[in-house]
């Protein structure tokens, strides 16, 4: 028997609607050097109509692929829902990554437009010559000379023409309004590409329905708890896994947003906060260690936000009782660019042990409903959810990839895929109630004398030393135990680094044997562009030669 239910397809243009209606005086902030501009969703709805029609008025059809090359802010969210509301697919650039790899992410994705803010420009110019599908580079923000300039750039030979555009000129004089196309819920809607943590960046395709059913499932109260009466600092660039989706959660609950532009190191993010007053905020744990460290040297009140969701690398639990005693409650989220990203989001049960609480807040969380998952043993076998057993996480929904972009056979790919479930990488254990605990990555985890040892567990018990500010461990080769941990570790100004005692440190907190005899001092952990340890790079550096650990016998 079929339902009686009326099949309206779920669309980004009706998230757009109803926000921009329902929810039209509710503001978004956008920070900038010149000062903070506040843009209501009603004037958002406005002029992601007015985009429509002017990437319209430059022939850009259905399917085509528009590219941002933005901050966060306003103007970008108008691209978010302009683009795919017309039909085409919006494809928010990593302005982090290498040029060449930046390029290479617009050519595989086929790009026809790029909007771009005018202080990217330093970065994008030089590999306009790369971009072999653009046509059309649009610019917000930038004066006469500067677009006059890059109107006069010669294009190389065999490339299509660029046509240079003002975004503001672009806009003027379009219709308020734009009868939005019925579009197939399952068409692609926006593309993100993987960071390239652990390899080449892939692409993922996100359609109307994935980030509908994203912007539903993930808003509620066990997941980001977003609603009209909060304020959330969105952190999280929108070139990464679409800002984790807050940006259409927002229009679906009404949730102001902070959007921090290019104001991200840690003073001038404090003053985006104290200026603004979010209630609620999302980033990566880095952003909150480096913003800890300016609030406690200048006494910054940020108790005007309840609680951060943090997520997109392990949050040391050190970060978790340090936001606990400014009055900040930090919230752990997993996820990746496949899952949109939304998987886990930890909210303990109610009723517990102080300690038993301590202990779910810091697993990676509990399985948002319509994630389904199952840990996968190295033999193969299916592993239950007892708290216990580690294995390889796989899961499956619908806001999972099912495949990468321009590997439509699945060929290239097929290591990432397991019978229809999307293979992680990440390894951990899951509990009868559902919570995941991450115990580290497979390509990160230290295996030593056939036992493994978690690179993540040392890690975070390095950064609950008062001394230590970073440290990131990565398994090198030992000839008598195969592997064996390195430790690299950033100590705070105006101390001094003693590796015997961060050794004694560790013993009580993880097994004899499981503590490195390798440890350097290093001034920073790099990071990738997306704010997370490049544990790549210090496998590289250790491997010319450039770090040279000091060896601790006995
Ligand atoms: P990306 O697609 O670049 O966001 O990377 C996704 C990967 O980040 C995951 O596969 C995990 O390895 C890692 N990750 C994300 N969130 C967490 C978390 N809360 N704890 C540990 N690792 C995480």
């Known amino acids: 028997m079929?339902?009686?239910?009326?099949?309206?397809?779920?669309?980004?243009?009706?998230?757009?609607?109803?926000?921009?209606?329902?929810?039209?005086?509710?503001?978004v902030f956008s920070a900038s050097p010149s000062g903070i501009t506040e843009t209501t969703f009603a004037e958002i709805g406005a002029n992601a109509a007015r985009l429509a029609h002017a990437?319209?008025?430059?022939?850009?059809?259905?399917?085509?692929?528009?590219?941002?090359?933005?901050?966060?802010?306003?103007?970008?969210?108008?691209?978010?829902?302009?683009?795919?509301?017309?039909?085409?697919?919006?494809?928010?650039?990593?302005?982090?990554?290498?040029?060449?790899?930046?390029?290479?992410?617009?050519?595989?994705?086929g790009d026809r437009a790029v909007i771009a803010d005018a202080?990217?420009?330093?970065?994008?110019?030089?590999?306009?010559?790369?971009?072999?599908?653009?046509?059309?580079?649009?610019?917000?923000?930038?004066?006469?000379?500067?677009?006059?300039?890059?109107?006069?750039?010669?294009?190389?030979?065999?490339?299509?023409?660029?046509?240079?555009?003002?975004?503001?000129?672009?806009?003027?004089?379009r219709p308020a309004t734009y009868d939005w196309p019925e579009l197939d819920e399952r068409d692609a809607a926006a593309i993100c590409y993987t960071s390239g943590t652990t390899g080449e960046p892939k692409g993922v395709a996100y359609s109307h329905r994935s980030i509908y059913l994203h912007a539903l499932g993930t808003s509620v109260v066990d997941v980001l708890r977003m609603s009209a009466v909060d304020r959330l600092l969105c952190v999280v660039p929108q070139f990464h896994v679409l800002a984790w989706g807050v940006p259409y959660g927002a229009l679906l609950t009404g949730a102001e947003l902070v959007m921090p532009g290019s104001r991200l190191a840690p003073g001038p993010l404090a003053e985006v906060i104290t200026a603004t007053r979010p209630t609620k905020?999302?980033?990566?744990?880095?952003?909150?260690?480096?913003?800890?460290e300016y609030v406690q040297a200048n006494g910054t009140d940020i108790s005007c936000m309840t609680e951060a969701v943090v997520g997109g690398a392990a949050c040391p639990p050190a970060l978790f009782d340090a936001y606990d005693r400014l009055g900040v409650t930090l919230v752990h989220?997993?996820?990746?660019?496949?899952?949109?990203?939304?998987?886990?989001?930890?909210?303990?049960?109610?009723?517990?042990?102080?300690?038993?609480?301590?202990?779910?807040?810091?697993?990676?969380?509990?399985?948002a409903g319509p994630v389904q998952a199952r840990l996968i043993g190295p033999d193969g076998t299916r592993l239950p959810w007892d708290g216990t057993s580690a294995g390889e996480l796989e899961v499956r929904g619908p806001w999972i990839t099912g495949g990468y972009l321009g590997d439509e056979s699945g060929r290239e790919h097929a290591g990432s895929f397991h019978d229809g479930w999307l293979r992680t990488g990440d390894v951990g254990t899951i509990t009868p109630d559902g919570f995941l605990t991450l115990t580290d990555r497979s390509k990160d985890v230290i295996k030593s004398g056939g036992e493994w040892i978690s690179s993540v567990e040392l890690e975070n018990h390095l950064m609950s030393h008062p001394a230590v500010l970073e440290a990131a461990v990565i398994g090198v080769a030992d000839e008598r135990w195969g592997e064996r941990p390195l430790a690299c570790v950033v100590v705070r100004e105006g101390v001094t680094v003693d590796f015997a005692a961060l050794r004694d440190y560790l013993d009580g907190r993880v097994a004899r044997w499981q503590r490195p005899e390798r440890w350097v001092a290093i001034p920073e952990v790099p990071k990738t562009s997306v704010g997370k340890f490049d544990k790549k790079r210090l496998r590289a550096a250790y491997a010319n030669g450039e770090l040279k650990p000091r060896l601790l016998i006995g």
């Open 2 to 27: 079929r339902s009686t239910m009326q099949d309206v397809p779920l669309a980004i243009s009706q998230l757009l609607d109803h926000g921009s209606t329902v929810h039209g005086a509710q503001r």
């Open 55 to 109: 990437l319209a008025g430059l022939g850009i059809a259905p399917d085509d692929r528009v590219a941002t090359f933005m901050w966060n802010s306003a103007r970008h969210l108008e691209a978010y829902y302009g683009i795919p509301s017309m039909g085409c697919v919006v494809h928010p650039l990593n302005i982090r990554l290498p040029g060449d790899q930046i390029a290479y992410i617009a050519n595989h994705a």
């Open 119 to 173: 202080s990217l420009l330093p970065l994008l110019t030089p590999l306009l010559d790369q971009l072999a599908t653009v046509e059309h580079l649009i610019v917000d923000g930038a004066d006469e000379a500067t677009l006059a300039a890059l109107r006069e750039r010669p294009r190389p030979a065999g490339r299509p023409g660029l046509a240079v555009h003002d975004l503001d000129a672009l806009l003027a004089g």
């Open 281 to 292: 905020a999302v980033g990566v744990p880095t952003i909150w260690a480096g913003l800890l």
């Open 333 to 367: 989220g997993w996820g990746m660019t496949e899952t949109s990203p939304m998987g886990t989001v930890s909210r303990p049960p109610a009723g517990l042990s102080a300690e038993e609480t301590r202990r779910y807040r810091l697993s990676q969380g509990r399985l």
